[in-house]
């Protein structure tokens, strides 16, 4: 009988779980522009930057230009880094990738976004990284903590979290 209540749990949990799921719809002209990251699970190109920015450029090609400043720790100066965004299929949905090095690709998938474009948030198929990003420098707490709780939900590990800019 315990084997039958946690088979049941635990296909109860799974049917029940949030999701991670690129959005189902993205207008990529919308989408481009400059937004600030506020809080990470960083890349490997990440790690250790703060105060980062990242602005979308749509080419005529169809794909981004991509323009990332940022600092790193104890240190003023600020750094940029060029890479591109490719939207997949037709570009409706939020399954993008990223090329930071030609010729590798990495999935980017924007998980949730604002109907009004004022939040997104990228993550991974994998939970790999997540970034909580706004067209503002700061968040209102509430919408933060209920960004942080839905991406728990969807298997993130959200105590990872850093953020990017001073509160």
């Excluded at 080419?59 to 400043?69: A, D, I, S, W």
């Excluded at 994998?126 to 209920?146: A, C, G, V, W, Y």
Aim: aromatic letters at 14%; a positive charge; hydrophobic letters at 35%.
């Amino acid at each position: 009988m315990k084997t039958i209540c946690t088979i049941i749990l635990i296909l109860t949990s799974f049917f029940h779980a949030d999701k991670n799921l690129p959005v189902d719809k993205l207008d990529l002209k919308k989408y481009a522009g400059t937004w600030y990251s506020l809080y990470s699970i960083p890349t490997i190109f990440d790690k250790g930057s703060r105060e980062t920015t990242t602005k979308y450029t749509l080419n005529k090609e169809g794909f981004y230009n991509v323009l990332t400043t940022y600092k790193k720790p104890k240190d003023e100066k600020i750094y940029s880094r060029n890479s591109k965004m490719f939207p997949l299929e037709d570009g409706s949905n939020g399954e993008l990738q990223a090329q930071f090095i030609w010729p590798i690709k990495v999935d980017y998938w924007i998980i949730e976004l604002a109907n009004d474009y004022s939040y997104v948030v990228v993550g991974h198929p994998d939970h790999k990284f997540l970034f909580i990003m706004s067209r503002n420098q700061t968040m209102p707490k509430k919408t933060h903590d209920e960004i942080v709780a839905r991406c728990k939900a969807k298997g993130y590990e959200v105590d990872k979290l850093t953020a990017q800019f001073k509160d």
